[in-house]
Nanobody, 119 residues
């Protein structure tokens, strides 16, 4: 089992910045990729960014050039630095990790943190 605790959401004006953090605990040795998804009202949950254990990243086209994902393996924490925020970035952001255990794959989700971009 992996437990995830997110922090860093809030209200920000357009053009502003926020940094989300997600700390993992529990069976951390099994963690492979870590990432962020978001879900806006009335929309499906979508991938924002993902990072591998070795640091390879993949970002959604809508956030490329504005968001950066990073991780600190020593702290078992993944970060999402969000710059030049737009109203359309408003959503609940969820941390997600992939855990590989004995040939099986498990996905864990954080509780979600609200990001609101508004003037």
């Amino acid at each position: 089992q992996v437990q995830l605790v997110e922090s860093g959401g809030g209200l920000v004006q357009p053009g502003g910045s926020l940094r989300l953090s997600c700390a993992a605990s529990g069976s951390i040795f099994s963690i492979n990729t870590m990432g962020w998804f978001r879900q806006a009202p009335g929309k499906q949950r979508e991938l924002v960014a993902v990072i591998s254990r070795l640091g390879n990243t993949n970002l959604a086209d809508s956030v490329k050039g504005r968001f950066t994902i990073s991780r600190d393996n020593a702290k078992n924490t993944v970060y999402l630095q969000m710059n030049s925020l737009k109203p359309e970035d408003t959503a609940v952001y969820y941390c997600n990790v992939r855990s590989d255990v004995a040939g099986s794959i498990y996905y864990y989700w954080g509780q979600g943190t609200q990001v609101t971009v508004s003037s």
